[in-house]
């Protein structure tokens, strides 16, 4: 079998931008290398734990979500309460040609991302996981430690209440 430093690191290499991209999204800022560490640090010492029930990719999910949660009960704050811009990179995944239509792009990017962390915390949960990151609903419901079920209805009523948000926002 292979050993924990080659598997953590494959996953590292596969996943990393994924939990970065989450963990931005959850906490509500940009500065997350620390944490990106500490997820893939704690995953090596309980690798012997994992036991294959949930892809790696929904494991390190998890492990990254307890591991904001407990940053954010360190620093006494709540999560993503703040309106911190987001990371630069995440703008620079998808390349325009025209930077007018890139700078709008980016403006309705920003502006969505706003009211996503506006959102309770269930609901910003569960956006994030399947609507941001195309997690399964089984994926989602293991992350979170939810039923299916409430995966489905929580999901629903969070996009109508961001759909709520983004039209109030487009009145103003």
């Not at 890139?102 to 403006?107: I, M, P, S, T, V």
């Not at 309705?108 to 609507?131: D, H, M, N, T």
């Amino acid at each position: 079998m292979t050993n924990v430093r080659e598997i953590i690191s494959e996953w590292f290499y596969l996943y990393s931008h994924d939990v970065y991209d989450f963990l931005v999204y959850y906490t509500g800022t940009r500065d997350v290398e620390d944490l990106v560490q500490e997820v893939f640090i704690k995953a090596g010492r309980g690798l012997n734990s994992y036991k294959n029930q949930a892809s790696p990719k929904t494991w390190l999910f998890t492990i990254a979500r307890n591991t904001a949660i407990d940053e954010a009960r360190k620093k006494e704050t709540k999560i993503s309460k703040s309106s911190t811009p987001f990371d630069e990179r995440f703008w620079e995944q998808q390349t325009l040609t025209n930077p007018e239509h890139l700078l709008l792009k980016n403006e309705a990017q920003k502006e969505l991302y706003l009211s996503i962390s506006k959102l309770k915390k269930k609901f910003r949960e569960v956006i994030i996981l399947r609507g941001i990151q195309g997690l399964s609903v089984k994926e989602t419901a293991q992350i979170l430690d939810w039923k299916e079920t409430a995966v489905r209805t929580n999901y629903h009523r969070a996009l109508k209440l961001l759909r709520e948000q983004v039209s109030q926002e487009d009145l103003k």
